[in-house]
């Protein structure tokens, strides 16, 4: 099971970016996703999550309304919208992966991760 975050990059304070969890051998949507952000010298925050079984999406109280997660099952891809975004925002992003039939979030931690995107919000 291996996982790639890919789509990050430099963006000016109110720009978008929208990263992409992608898959290689195995199928996305048959997994919980998750996105986790680990900014320079805090420790690692989840963001958002989908679920496995029926899709319901969640998105950390701080970040509703601006931050988004969606999947395409045709492209085998999850994706993390992220609008009006902020230098707080700074940090390296990170998916990951696993089965959890609750119809939201994992109350674990998951068993899949993969390489971090990093996301620099900055004038």
């Known amino acids: 099971v291996q996982l790639q975050a890919s789509g990050g990059g430099l963006v000016q304070p109110g720009g978008s970016l929208r990263l992409s969890c992608t898959a290689s051998?195995?199928?996305?949507?048959?997994?919980?996703i998750g996105w986790f952000r680990q900014a320079p010298g805090k420790e690692r925050e989840g963001v958002s999550c989908?679920?496995?079984?029926?899709?319901?999406?969640y998105v950390v109280e701080s970040l509703k309304g601006r931050f988004t997660v969606s999947r395409d099952n045709a492209k085998n891809t999850v994706y993390l919208q992220m609008n009006n975004l902020k230098p707080e925002d700074t940090a390296v992003y990170y998916c990951a992966a696993d089965h959890y039939a609750g119809g939201s979030c994992p109350p674990y931690e998951y068993s899949y991760w993969g390489q971090g995107t990093l996301v620099t919000v900055s004038s």
């Open positions: 989908i679920s496995e079984s029926n899709d319901s999406t």
């Open positions: 051998g195995f199928t996305l949507r048959h997994y919980a």
